[in-house]
């Protein structure tokens, strides 16, 4: 097999045990109500880690988006709150803004040859802080829209509810898959994330795709905050605290190598599932702390970067006996 | 002597002048600033106010500017003090004494510390993702020990760690200070910080020239640890508790700003605690300036980002080849001149 599946194949055979040891304890997981929540409840952060595995994926970080998807969701409950705007128009601005805030980051890190880990960093605080100065409360959304928008969903056979949010989290990494795979951009971030001396000199603009893979990454955080406020109805500057962190964790887990230049976005949803489900495990259990799911996180986290360095250091010698 | 002297002025001039703007602006909105009463055998005022809050940070940074120099970061540090933080509280609420209590939390720092340094130096895992696996798992670790509760204690040695004064002045700002100080001359007065430099600067050449390169980033990732635990007692004795979810909560985040406002690059070699620590003070004025002046203090989070873009343009070596390009045509244009002559 090639080498190259192997994280992919590691993280889906975790996951489908992981499901069939909960459904050995506890038949009732095993229903499309389960799996419905699964993908409802993980809307947002499944939309904002295809945006992670892009950055990820070209050897980059950006650490601003749990503050953009707090921003988007302040920004979209004062709009909504003190003008008479079409909910779809807030939405329009919303993912303009975001778009704009993410170009901007990618423009920094290429102009300034700063790392992205710094520049993300500022753009966070930015992003947290301009939720702060729109409203430290938590703002209600009312508008007869949203309800509609939640009371449209699609009963799944079992009587699970695929949700509007949870189906665009499939269609995002749908859409993430073919841009990775079969547009020529896709190349190009791979090729980014292989080097970016051998990508110049492949002709990869480089500019260009930093700046396109930061504002991709803006622009899914700001469709997050869109589907996380309407999962809350709500927008409030301290919501989705270290968002950024369990992405960068399921892309991770999901067999993204961190250095760049390989992985699948694919391996992401795997990643996200994984993560819901341990959270679902301890619902369903009702005595562990909530807490053992950033333990086990963080113990999937290190073992996936274990399982990395040995592809690499085999990959290499096997380079070195051909 | 002398000329060393001017050196450290020359490099923490930037630091010094900021400072010295920041408590100027702040004093011009807040009358009272600068003033100070001894009462009770210490000293009580906004200045020492700022020196006391700014402790945890001042300390995160000390590690942090090593961690730095030898081109890596530690995320971790907010999470053990959290851990840190846990153990002190599980341990002196225990019947354990206080020189017990001390001993077993600075050793778990420093354990957490070999782990990322194990994890950066043997493993030879970036250090972003290294230390972000005990970043996400740690507040877990400390809330398994707290059990899920904010442990309060009463013990009275441990409380004077966090608010009791020594010499006039508040105990954290004794331990940073006293802690910067000797870090800074054990690696300025030493070889070590220039081997440290080495490293950051080129990992591969320093282990060819005989560089022991897997201790000296192993030992930079324990300071660090060792650093996070102080930070993590002070935080906890402060409060008289350990409060697992929000001990240290985002302080990684303002150590690593104190440690670029010092002037250290994120790319590894130079580095100054000193300046680190001046940008720790220099974070921690604008956060009660902001407070005593009356703005919202919502803003801080956008000052803060301000500071960096700033600081960034200033780093970025597109800026510095302009500032070098620069000075070249002022040196040249007095030659000219004389040749003209």
Known sequence: MNPRYLPLTATVAIFLIAYAVCIAQYPNMLSTRVIGNLLTDNAFLGIAAVGMTFVILSGGIDLSIGAVIAFTGVFLAVLLQSTAIHPLA??????????????????????????????????????????????????????????????????????????????LMLVVFLVGILIAHRTRFGADVYALGG???????????????????????????????????????????????????????AVVIGGTLLTGGSGFVAGTLIGILIQGLIQTYITFDGSLSSWWTKILIGLLLFAFILLQKALILLSDRRRRHA | ??????????????????????????????????????????????????????????????????????????????????ICG???????????????TLLVTISTGILCGLWNGVLVAVLDIQPIIATLVLMVAGRGIAQLITEGAILTFNHPGLIFIGSGSLFGLPMP????????????????????????????????????????????????YILSGLCAALAGIIAAADIRGADAN????????????????????????????AASLLGAMIIQSINTGILLSGFPPEFNLIIKAAIIVLILVIQSPRAQSAFIWMSRVRAAEPKKEQEAK
């Open chain 1, 195 to 249: 080097g970016t001396a051998t990508a110049r000199l492949m002709g990869v603009p480089i500019g260009r795709t930093t700046v396109m893979i930061y504002a991709l990454s803006g622009f899914l955080a700001g469709l997050s905050g869109i589907v996380f406020s309407l999962y809350t109805s709500a927008g409030y500057s301290l919501a989705t605290v270290g968002v950024e962190l369990d992405a960068i964790a």
């Open chain 2, 246 to 273: 929000n001990a240290g909560l985002w302080l990684e985040l303002d150590a690593i700003l104190a440690v670029v406002v010092g002037g250290t690059s994120l790319l590894g070699g130079r580095f100054s605690i």
């Open chain 2, 173 to 220: 700002v004794i331990i940073w200070l006293g802690f910067g100080l000797i870090v800074a001359l054990l690696v300025r007065r030493t070889a070590l910080g220039m081997l440290i430099e080495a490293v950051g600067v080129n990992r591969r050449a320093s282990r060819l020239s005989g560089v022991s390169t897997g201790v000296l980033l192993i030992a930079a």
């Open chain 2, 86 to 100: 846990a153990v002190a509280a599980a341990s002196i609420t225990a019947g354990h004494s206080l020189a017990f």
């Open chain 2, 1 to 82: 002597m002398t000329g060393t002297l001017k050196a450290y002025a020359v490099r923490l001039f930037p630091q010094v002048a900021a400072l010295a703007i920041i408590l100027f602006m702040v004093s011009l909105a807040f009358p009272g600033f600068f003033k100070l009463s001894f009462q009770n055998d210490r000293l009580y005022g906004s200045l020492i106010d700022i020196l006391n809050r700014g402790a945890p940070v001042a300390l995160l940074a000390i590690g942090m500017t090593v961690v730095i120099a030898t081109k890596g970061i530690d995320l971790s540090v907010g999470a053990v003090m959290a």
């Open chain 1, 90 to 167: 807030a939405f329009a601005l919303a993912l303009i803004i975001t778009t704009a805030f993410g170009a901007m980051m990618g423009a920094i890190i290429h102009h300034l040859e700063m790392p992205p880990f710094i520049v993300t960093l500022a753009g966070m605080f930015l992003a947290r802080g301009m939720a702060f100065v729109l409203s430290i409360d938590s703002i209600p959304i009312k508008h007869p829209f949203y309800t509609s928008l939640k009371s449209f969903y699609y009963v799944l056979p079992g009587g699970g509810r695929l949700t509007l949010i949870g189906g």
